[in-house]
């Protein structure tokens, strides 16, 4: 069992990903070009984007994130991929789905916590999806809901 302390981390997009590299060759090689362990990297699904090559969130520390994003590309595999820094997402409540606190300071009294975050509908999570995006914040607020809960659509609640 290894034990640590928490440790900053930033989100980061690639951009012009070959169809033919795996995730476990772009950990291998942000490892190797940061000099940090390949355990550090999180790397999401790879998805298609609009020019035909493929887009991948990654999540590592701060100071290896930095690094690459003032490189601003990182070479992986035969190609060069570009690196986006991501905003940091707000805090979100895991109970009522709302920005700006979390569930130990949640004053609401409706619980959505069984709610997917992109339809809204119960019995299923985000990562498996395909239904339309709803925010359920937003719908019962009676403001456009054509999005998911806490992304930069969801206007913030006042209290």
């Known amino acids: ?13 690639l951009h012009n990903l070959d169809e033919a590299m ?26 298609r984007a609009p020019n035909g090559m493929y887009a991948a969130w990654v999540r590592c520390p701060l100071g290896p994130a930095r690094m690459l994003a003032k490189e601003g590309a990182v070479r992986i595999a035969w190609s060069r991929v570009r690196v986006e820094v991501l905003e940091p997402r707000p805090t979100q409540c895991y109970r009522c789905l709302e920005v700006g606190h979390v569930r130990a300071q949640c004053k609401a009294t409706v619980d959505r916590s069984a709610l ?13 999806c395909v239904a339309d995006p709803r925010c359920p914040v937003c719908a019962d607020l009676g403001r456009p809901a054509r999005h998911r809960a806490g992304s930069k659509a969801c206007a913030p609640v006042r209290r």
């Open 1 to 13: 069992v290894r034990v640590g302390r928490p440790e900053r981390t930033a989100d980061l997009r």
């Open 22 to 47: 795996t995730t476990e060759e772009v950990v291998a090689s942000l490892a190797q070009v940061t000099g940090v362990e390949a355990a550090s990297f999180r790397v999401g699904p790879m998805r």
């Open 116 to 128: 997917c975050y992109r339809c809204g509908c119960p019995g299923h999570t985000a990562g498996g």
